[in-house]
């Protein structure tokens, strides 16, 4: 009887569950890799008010706001540190937000307030994928991300951002008919961006390197209580460069960056060996003798100059700038020429041609001056044939009367 008695108990609490559940669970799937926010549904917390998220079938508290004492905790020691550094507590909503989930955290999660007695469910399934989606692009050709959409829904709305800021590069507010590109705050993509009106999804047109990064898209609706966020790493890779630079000069490799603080490790190969680098501001460079006291870098763009360049300086370059959120690759060419024979007999030739006009002005210059004198002469002697025309020998030319020799 006892027994009966415990089965028909399991019984009403199984059908009491289901029933709650299908008042106020919601389901989620998120893709592995993702994040998504689970919303409370409250505008505020009021005073004295204490909201709890709990975890899994044994109700585990993962995040707590106590408005009573001002405090909000997130819980990342329970379940062995499952949730360590994935739970975001918005502490005006109460919304939470679980960041780069993984198949682990597929469960339920249940929401509850003292104050306005919530109880809400959301049951969140995770699918397995491989790590957040990288995507790689030469330089000048374009990239869709996709939101995995295959239409958007009357109140949904989509908003795009690059590098963690705050202001979107693109979104779409369906029931408002808006849909809208901007050119970022430093204008890298002016007449860059085109937006999807149906899925949502975003591409770039005439990719640059400036556009690698971390592109991130919120999708989420007005009746939803849930949003889903998704990451893109995107590598933008340049034509190899070609560069060609006579013996003994210098040569600079530029990456076309103005400012590269943001990135964390910058490496340049000659091959497959190590010659440079730039890791936070701080310069290292390889031991190969071919550049000894030749290397130049430049912290503040990563462009390299290699100074008194041999023919051993000669082949293929790379650049790698590898971050947390994505990668950029470069190549260079570098061709270093040395003087042949032809090269000499051409400079014999430009010699010899320079003394041969040198002496070919001197001699233009001396009959020039010999033409001047004899010019000069010819003048004097009419001037005198003149002279004597007028004044014939014993008249005086000053007072014009015959002069008589004694």
Known sequence: ?????????????????????????????????????????????????????????????????????????????????????????????????????????????????????????????????????????????????????????????????????????????????????????????RHNLQLDYMTGSLTIKNIGIRHSGLYEVDISTSSSKHTIHKSFSVTVSGEMKSETVKEGESVTLRTGFTEVQIYDFMTWMFGHTFIAEINKGAQQYGDDERFRDKLQLDNQTGSLTITNCTISNSGLYELNINSNRHNVHQRFSVTVSVPGPSDKTAWIASTVLLVLVAAAASVIHCLYISKLKRRHLSCQDKEKGTLDALFPKGVSVAEGVPVTNS
């Open 1 to 189: 009887m006892d027994v009966f008695n415990n089965m028909k108990s399991m019984l009403l609490l199984f059908v009491l569950h289901v029933f709650i559940v299908g008042v106020f669970d919601e389901s989620v799937s998120v893709k592995e890799g993702d994040s998504v926010t689970l919303h409370s549904g409250l505008t505020g917390i009021q005073t004295d008010d204490v909201l709890q998220w709990r975890f899994g079938p044994q109700g585990t508290l993962i995040a707590q706001i106590n408005r009573a004492v001002n405090k909000s905790i997130t819980c990342d020691d329970v379940l062995e540190g499952r949730f360590r550094g994935r739970l975001k507590l918005d502490s005006q909503t109460g919304d939470l937000t679980v960041r780069n989930i993984r198949t682990e955290h597929s469960g339920l999660y249940e929401v509850t307030s003292s104050k306005h007695t919530l109880n809400k469910i959301f049951n969140v399934s995770v699918v397995p994928v491989d790590d957040m989606k990288s995507v790689s692009v030469l330089v000048e050709d374009s990239v869709t991300l996709y939101t995995d959409l295959t239409e958007i829904q009357r109140d949904d709305e989509i908003q795009w951002r690059f590098e963690h800021q705050n202001s979107p590069i693109a979104e779409i507010i369906r029931k408002a008919r808006k849909i809208s590109t901007y050119d970022g705050p430093d204008g890298r993509f």
